[in-house]
C-alpha cells in the first residue's frame, strides 16, 4: 500500500508540474518560419556572427541565402559590428578588478529596391567578466566563451526580428 501512495504522489507532482508548464506559456523551441523565401546576409564571409547565423537560416530549410543582393528578396545590411572591454571596478592597489564586455550589432533589413522592412536597429549584450593577474589564461578563455555565448544569443535575437517582419510595409 505504501509503495502505490508514493507512486500516486509521484505521478500528482508530475501532472502539476507539467500543468504548470503549460500555463505559464512555456514552449519548445521550433523552426522558425521567415515571412519571406530569401535573404542576403550583409556580413564578411570572415564574420563568426555571419557564418553562424548562415547555419541557423539554413537549418530552418525554407529560406535561401543568395550570394547576390540582386537575387535577394530582403537584404539584412550590417551598419556596425564591435565588441568592446571597457573597465568595471579597481581594486584597492588600482588593479582592475573586473570588465565588462560589450557586443553591440546595428542593422536592417531592406528590399533591393531600398524600401525598409526593419528600420536601423541596435542589439547589445554585456557581460561582467572577473579578472585575476594569477589566471590571465583562464581568464582570456573565459572572455571567448563569453563572447561566443553574446553572439550565440544575439544570432537567435535576430531570428526572432526577422521571422515577424512587417512584408508589407511602405516607405
Known amino acids: 500500500m505504501r ?87 579597481l581594486n584597492s592597489q588600482g588593479r582592475v578588478r573586473e570588465y565588462n564586455l560589450l557586443y553591440t550589432l546595428r542593422f536592417r533589413v531592406r528590399d533591393k529596391a531600398g524600401r525598409e522592412f526593419l528600420e536601423p536597429t541596435e542589439i547589445s549584450l554585456k557581460r561582467n567578466i572577473t579578472f585575476n593577474e594569477t589566471q590571465v589564461l583562464a581568464k582570456e578563455a573565459e572572455e571567448v566563451v563569453l563572447y561566443r555565448d553574446m553572439q550565440t544569443d544575439l544570432v537567435q535575437q535576430i531570428m526572432r526580428r526577422l521571422a515577424v517582419l512587417n512584408m508589407s510595409k511602405q516607405e
Open 3 to 89: 509503495v502505490n501512495l508514493s507512486k500516486s504522489i509521484q505521478f500528482a507532482s508530475l501532472f502539476v508540474l507539467v500543468l504548470m508548464l503549460s500555463a505559464c506559456g512555456f514552449a519548445m523551441r521550433g523552426a522558425v518560419s521567415f515571412p519571406f523565401k530569401s535573404i542576403y546576409l550583409g556580413f564578411s564571409d570572415s564574420s563568426p556572427l555571419g557564418g553562424e547565423l548562415k547555419r541557423n537560416i539554413r537549418a530552418n530549410g525554407e529560406t535561401a541565402i543568395v550570394s547576390k543582393q540582386d537575387d535577394a528578396e530582403v537584404i539584412l545590411d550590417v551598419l556596425s559590428e564591435s565588441r568592446e572591454k571597457v573597465i568595471l571596478s
